[in-house]
C-alpha cells in the first residue's frame, strides 16, 4: 500500500502499479470508461488482487490493535534484554509511533564466541524461529555480478549485517513464546560469553 496527501504522485503510484497504464483496468470496463489504453511509462505489476484488497481492508480496521500488540512485546524484550551486554536492542525514540513490524537484536560478536549464524543456528536448535532482515543489496549476487559491489564497497553494512537478526514479534504472540524467545537469547548469549 501507498498512501500520499499529493495527487500527483497518487496518480503516478496508479499509472505505475499498473504496468505503466494510462487507464486502469476497472475504469476501462465502467459505463463511462474507454477500451483503449496505452501504456505511459515502464511500470510493474504492483496492484493488489481483489481477495488480497478485501483481506487488507479488513486488515487496516485491526491495524492499531496490532500495532499495539507488538508494542507491547518489543517494550517487554527491551526491558528483559535492557542488561544483556552481548546483544544491542533496536532505537526506539519518543518522538516516534513505531510499528513494531520487526525485532532486529545486533549481537555484538567481540562477546560471544559464536558468529551470527551459529547463533541463529542454536536458536533454532532451542525451538525458536527467527531471521535476518535484510541482506544489504551490495552483498546480493545481482548487484556483485551487474556492478561488481562487494562487502568493502560498503564496510560498514557489511560489517553491521553480519551482527543482525530479527527475533519474532507479531500480534497474537503468547506468553509463552515471548518467554522462550527472552530464555533462550538470555542463555545463549550466557553460554557463548566470552
Request: proline share 6%; hydrophobic share 40%.
Given at each position: 500500500?501507498?498512501?500520499?496527501?499529493?495527487?500527483?504522485?497518487?496518480?503516478?503510484?496508479?499509472?505505475?502499479?499498473l504496468h505503466?497504464?494510462?487507464?486502469?483496468?476497472?475504469?476501462?470496463?465502467?459505463?463511462?470508461?474507454?477500451?483503449?489504453?496505452?501504456?505511459?511509462?515502464?511500470?510493474?505489476k504492483?496492484?493488489?488482487?481483489?481477495?488480497?484488497?478485501?483481506i487488507?481492508?479488513?486488515?487496516l480496521?485491526?491495524?492499531?490493535?496490532?500495532?499495539?500488540?507488538?508494542?507491547?512485546?518489543?517494550?517487554?524484550?527491551?526491558?528483559?534484554?535492557?542488561?544483556?551486554?552481548?546483544?544491542?536492542?533496536?532505537?526506539?525514540?519518543?518522538?516516534r509511533?513505531?510499528?513494531?513490524?520487526?525485532?532486529?537484536?545486533?549481537?555484538?560478536?567481540?562477546?560471544?564466541?559464536?558468529?551470527?549464524?551459529?547463533?541463529i543456528?542454536?536458536?533454532?536448535?532451542?525451538?525458536?524461529?527467527?531471521?535476518?532482515?535484510?541482506?544489504?543489496?551490495?552483498?546480493?549476487?545481482?548487484?556483485?555480478?551487474t556492478?561488481?559491489?562487494?562487502?568493502?564497497?560498503?564496510?560498514?553494512?557489511?560489517?553491521v549485517?553480519k551482527?543482525?537478526?530479527?527475533?519474532?514479534i507479531?500480534?497474537?504472540?503468547?506468553?509463552?513464546?515471548?518467554?522462550?524467545?527472552?530464555?533462550?537469547?538470555?542463555?545463549?548469549?550466557?553460554?557463548?560469553?566470552?
Amino acid at each position: 500500500m501507498a498512501v500520499t496527501e499529493s495527487p500527483e504522485l497518487a496518480d503516478r503510484m496508479r499509472v505505475m502499479s499498473l504496468h505503466g497504464l494510462t487507464h486502469d483496468a476497472w475504469n476501462r470496463y465502467s459505463k463511462g470508461g474507454s477500451w483503449d489504453y496505452k501504456i505511459g511509462a515502464p511500470g510493474f505489476k504492483y496492484n493488489l488482487t481483489d481477495i488480497a484488497a478485501a483481506i487488507g481492508v479488513h486488515q487496516l480496521d485491526r491495524s492499531e490493535e496490532m500495532r499495539r500488540e507488538r508494542e507491547l512485546i518489543a517494550k517487554f524484550y527491551r526491558d528483559q534484554f535492557s542488561q544483556v551486554r552481548a546483544i544491542e536492542l533496536p532505537p526506539d525514540p519518543n518522538d516516534r509511533i513505531h510499528s513494531w513490524h520487526l525485532f532486529p537484536i545486533r549481537l555484538d560478536l567481540d562477546r560471544l564466541t559464536i558468529d551470527r549464524d551459529e547463533f541463529i543456528e542454536a536458536l533454532k536448535a532451542e525451538g525458536v524461529g527467527c531471521s535476518v532482515h535484510w541482506r544489504p543489496l551490495h552483498l546480493h549476487p545481482y548487484y556483485q555480478e551487474t556492478f561488481g559491489w562487494s562487502e568493502s564497497d560498503l564496510p560498514v553494512a557489511s560489517a553491521v549485517w553480519k551482527r543482525l537478526i530479527s527475533l519474532p514479534i507479531f500480534p497474537g504472540m503468547f506468553e509463552e513464546e515471548i518467554d522462550q524467545v527472552i530464555h533462550t537469547v538470555k542463555e545463549l548469549c550466557k553460554r557463548y560469553a566470552r
